[in-house]
C-alpha cells in the first residue's frame, strides 16, 4: 500500500512540476512537431507521405522524448533532491513507477494532440479503428517511457548526460518503436489482413518486459553501492 | 515527537569511505549518546560532511560500521531512514514549486500530515508567497530546506553547516529550531566552521581532522581551540 501511495505522489509531483513550468512538455511537442512539418514539406508526393505518416510520428516521438526523459532527472539533480527522495524515504520501485508513469502519461499526451495534426498534415485517410491507433500510441509511449526513465536515471548521473541517453536509448527501444510504428500505419493505411493486433500484442509483451526489468534495475541507479 | 520517541544512539566503529582511491574518513570511531547534540568542527577536507552523510544513509561505508539504537544503520536503513533528517548544502527543493508547494510534495512523499502556514511561520517565511522558489535568496531556500525537514520530527537531526548562509535572524531560528528539538530529546549532530555560533545549542563537541576523530570535549573548548 505504501508503495501505490508513493507512486501516485510521485506522479503527481512531477505533473505539478510540469504544470507550475511546462517547458518539457511544450519542447517534447514543438520538438516532434517541428520533424513532422519537416519531413511533409520534403516530401515529394502525397502517397509517401500518407505511407511514412506512423514512421515519421515515431522518430519525432523518439527523439522529442529522449531530450524530455533527460530533462525529467533534470530537476531531481539541480538541488539534489534525488538523494533526498532516497532518504525520506521514497522507495526507489515507487520513484522508479512514479517517474516513469509521469513520462509515460506526457509522452502519450503529446502523441495524441500530434495525431490529429499528422492526419492533416500528411493528407491521412483513417481507414482503420481509432480504438487501436489511441492503444497502440499509449502502448509505444509506454514503451518508450519505461527504459528512458531507468536509462535516464543512469545517464543524469554521468557527464555528458544528453548524449549518452541516445546511444542507450535507441538499441533498447527499436523494436518497440518499430512494431508502435507498424500499428499506426496499418490502422491509418487500412489493415485487410488483420496484422495490427498481432502488433499490438508486440508492444504489449515489449512492455511488460521493459516495465518490470527497469523497476527491478532501478534500486541500483538511485542507492549507493 | 514525543517522550514515547526520543533520539536514536549513534555508534560508529572503525568507519572509513573512499571516493575513488581517496580516504576521505580513516576507520573513524565516535559515539553519540541518544538526545547528545554534538558539534563537530573541522577543515575543509576533513571528512565532516561525508561523515553526515553515512549517517544519512547517503552513502555506504566502505569499511567498518554504524550502529543506531543497537542496529546495524546500512541493513536497517529502510526502517531508519523516516526518523533521520538530513539538511545538506544542497536544499532538496523543487525549483520550480513554491514554498508551499514543496511542503506539501515533500508531506505528500512522505505520507506526512503537513500544516505548511505553521511550519512556514515557524522558519519565518511568508505563507502568502506564491513565487516559485528559483526566486528566493540563498538564506530563504536554507530557511525552506529546514521546514521540508521538520516535516518529519526527526529522532536523528543531522544539519551540515546549518548558520551558513542566514542572517542574525535565520541563525536565531536555526538556534531555536535546535533548542526545540532537544527538548525532545532528538539526538543531533551537526558540523559548523564556526562553533561560536553553534556551541549555545551543543551539549558535546569532537574535531574531525584527515578522516578521524581529532579530540572530543565541550562546546565552549571547541570555541576556546578556534579562536586566534
Known amino acids: ?96 513507477y512514479g517517474k516513469a508513469l509521469a513520462n509515460a502519461l506526457s509522452v502519450s499526451v503529446v502523441a495524441l494532440a500530434l495525431l490529429p495534426l499528422l ?27 519505461a527504459p528512458g526513465t531507468l536509462l535516464a536515471g543512469i545517464t543524469s548521473q554521468a557527464r555528458g548526460a544528453s548524449a549518452l541517453l541516445p546511444l542507450l536509448l535507441f538499441p533498447t527501444v527499436v523494436p518497440a518503436v518499430l512494431a508502435a510504428s507498424r500499428v499506426t500505419t496499418l490502422v491509418m493505411e487500412g489493415d485487410p489482413m488483420g496484422q495490427a493486433s498481432a502488433w499490438l500484442g508486440v508492444v504489449g509483451a515489449l512492455n511488460l518486459i521493459h516495465w518490470t526489468a527497469s523497476g527491478l534495475l532501478f534500486r541500483w541507479v538511485v542507492e549507493d553501492a | 515527537m514525543s517522550a514515547a520517541n526520543p533520539g536514536i544512539a549513534v555508534d560508529v566503529a572503525g568507519l572509513a569511505r573512499r ?93 506526512l500530515p503537513v500544516d505548511a502556514d ?23 531556500r536554507r530557511r525552506l530546506a529546514l521546514a521540508v525537514a521538520l516535516l518529519k520530527t526527526p529522532r536523528l537531526m543531522l544539519l551540515d553547516e546549518p548558520f551558513t548562509a542566514l542572517d542574525p535572524e535565520g541563525r536565531a531560528l536555526v538556534g531555536a529550531v535546535l533548542d526545540d528539538l532537544r527538548s525532545r530529546h532528538a539526538t543531533i549532530v551537526l558540523t559548523s566552521h564556526h562553533p561560536e555560533e553553534a556551541a549555545p545549542y551543543c551539549t558535546a563537541a569532537a574535531h574531525l581532522d584527515d578522516g578521524r576523530i581529532a579530540w572530543r570535549g565541550t562546546p565552549a573548548e571547541a570555541v576556546a581551540k578556534a579562536t586566534p
Open chain 2, 19 to 111: 571516493f575513488g582511491p581517496r580516504w576521505v574518513l580513516k576507520r573513524l570511531d565516535l559515539a553519540v549518546p541518544a538526545g547528545e547534540s554534538l558539534l563537530i568542527t573541522g577543515p575543509n577536507g576533513s571528512g565532516k560532511t561525508t561523515l553526515l552523510r553515512c549517517l544519512a544513509t547517503a552513502l555506504k561505508p566502505h569499511e567498518g560500521q554504524i550502529r543506531l539504537d543497537g542496529d546495524d544503520l546500512w541493513r536497517a536503513r529502510d526502517r531508519f531512514r523516516g526518523s533521520i533528517a538530513f539538511v545538506s548544502h544542497a536544499t532538496r527543493l523543487y525549483e520550480d514549486l513554491s514554498a508551499r508547494d514543496n511542503l506539501v510534495v515533500w508531506a505528500r512523499l512522505g505520507g
Open chain 1, 119 to 145: 492526419i492533416a498534415l500528411y493528407d491521412v485517410n483513417m481507414r482503420g479503428d481509432v480504438g487501436q491507433l489511441v492503444l497502440g500510441v499509449v502502448l509505444g509511449a509506454g514503451a518508450l517511457a
Open chain 2, 118 to 140: 505553521s511550519l512556514l511561520r515557524r522558519v519565518s517565511l511568508p505563507v502568502d508567497r506564491r513565487d516559485p522558489v528559483r526566486t528566493f535568496s540563498a538564506g530563504m
Open chain 1, 1 to 96: 500500500m505504501i508503495v501505490f501511495r508513493q507512486i501516485g505522489a510521485v506522479v503527481l509531483k512531477d505533473l505539478l512540476v510540469e504544470l507550475r513550468s511546462p517547458t518539457r512538455l511544450s519542447s517534447l511537442f514543438f520538438y516532434a512537431f517541428a520533424l513532422l512539418l519537416m519531413v511533409a514539406f520534403a516530401s515529394s508526393t502525397t502517397d509517401v507521405m500518407r505511407r511514412q505518416a506512423g514512421g515519421v510520428l515515431w522518430i519525432g516521438l523518439l527523439l522529442a522524448s529522449t531530450r524530455s526523459f533527460d530533462q525529467s532527472f533534470q530537476a531531481e539533480h539541480d538541488e539534489g533532491a534525488l538523494e533526498g527522495l532516497v532518504l525520506w524515504p521514497v522507495r526507489p520501485v515507487a520513484l522508479y
